[in-house]
């Protein structure tokens, strides 16, 4: 039970201590930790868009770019992370190929219609799901975002471990744009405002 | 009606601290008394909303320690060794980081070595640091800053997505060269899931409540 004095839809959590704050026009310091927590909404929401268009726009180049580059006897043969994929697969490697297509291909895409859908409806203020709902697609965004990151790192560790003899792999340029877009998501995800889900009001599904 | 009274003499954040929003689903709760070694659940999605630890700073100290201990063996020895026609090769940490910064891949080499290095091991000095200081009462700015440091240092962890990665990287290799796992590697699975262990174990909110009382109270 809340007390009767608190209204409970204007109350804000701290990103950074977690404490509960009253929300109040304008900025909002945490009476805990004295961070301002939230500057106007609406900023975070254009930066969150900045972001996520930019990791939009990164993914391009870091689909078509080659992420890893083996060069065997002067022979250089570059692999897109999906021809990566598809080479695992025809290897017979089904669990490096899922892994790999799971955390490089559909985590980022669905971290993006997350985004993009979060972003949108907040927009238009229209909304198919409940508050819990947005609050929970927000989190899931922030916790599955960094395991994007495993194929860069894999490129990172093959780069430091291949170099034998006449046998190299070094990192592609398309890691370095892949790399970029993760960050980018990581922003975007960040700096989504909550209180946008809250602004709607009203409870219910409708 | 006396119990009204009080509450509103009771300054507002006070009054604010007694409630818990839900970090996954924003569900506001009044936080009750649980017992023990007992954690609370929001019953909206079950998500842990905070343990009760009576030594949550010794806890807190000794896990930060062995980790601390553990990220040095593990950077310390090769993580990996492969060997293929002769040839033998192993690589580190910061081996492999600087083996992108030899390739001309910059931006790649600092955010691996910011996320698998420079994060975590800043995490590890501040969480220790700040048990320390707060199991001697003392720092109290201090510790404020290290509680919003950690705060903001904590979703830009990898280590754990870097052990899957090693993984991931050797099964690649499976087949063309003989792969040896070094000293580092099992320090560093080690090293996971104690942080894992210990990141799911730092409430944040836990740790601010605790520095009130202790700065507040005594």
Sequence with gaps: MVDKQIDPSKLLRCPVCEAVNIDREGDVYCHRCQSRIFRNPKLGTSRAWAFLLTALILYIPANLYPILVSERFMAREGNTIIGGIILLWEEGSYPIAMIILVASVLVPILKFIVLLYLLISAHFKKHRYTQVDQHKLHYMTEVIGPWSMVDVFVVAILTGLVHLGSIRVIAGPGATAFVLMVLFTMFAALSIDTRLFKERGSHGRG | ?218
């Design chain 2, 1 to 218: 009606m006396i119990l009204e009274n009080s509450v509103k003499e009771r300054p507002e954040s006070e009054m604010l601290d007694r409630l818990i929003i839900c970090p996954k689903c924003h569900t506001i709760h009044e936080k009750v008394a649980i017992p023990k070694g007992k954690s609370a659940l929001c019953d909206t999605c079950k998500k842990v909303l905070y343990h009760y630890d009576e030594r949550v700073l010794d806890h807190g100290l000794a896990l930060g320690i062995t980790g601390l201990l553990l990220f040095f063996v593990s950077n310390l020895f090769p993580l990996v060794k492969v060997e293929m026609l002769g040839h033998e090769q192993h690589v580190t940490i910061l081996s492999m980081v600087f083996s992108l910064f030899e390739n001309g891949f910059y931006v790649v080499g600092v955010t691996v070595a910011f996320m698998v290095f420079i994060f975590p091991l800043m995490i590890l000095v501040d969480y220790i640091t700040l048990s320390w200081l707060m199991r001697l009462k003392k720092g109290k700015q201090l510790t404020k800053e290290l509680l919003i440091l950690l705060s903001k240092l904590l979703p830009w962890n990898m280590v754990e997505i870097y052990l899957v990665s090693i993984l991931v990287a050797l099964v690649k290799l499976i087949g063309f060269m003989q792969i040896h796992f070094g000293l580092s590697f099992w320090s560093l699975v080690l090293f996971v899931i104690l942080d894992t262990y210990l990141s799911k174990r730092i409430h944040m909110g836990e740790l601010w409540e605790l520095r009130h009382r202790i700065y507040t109270y005594g």
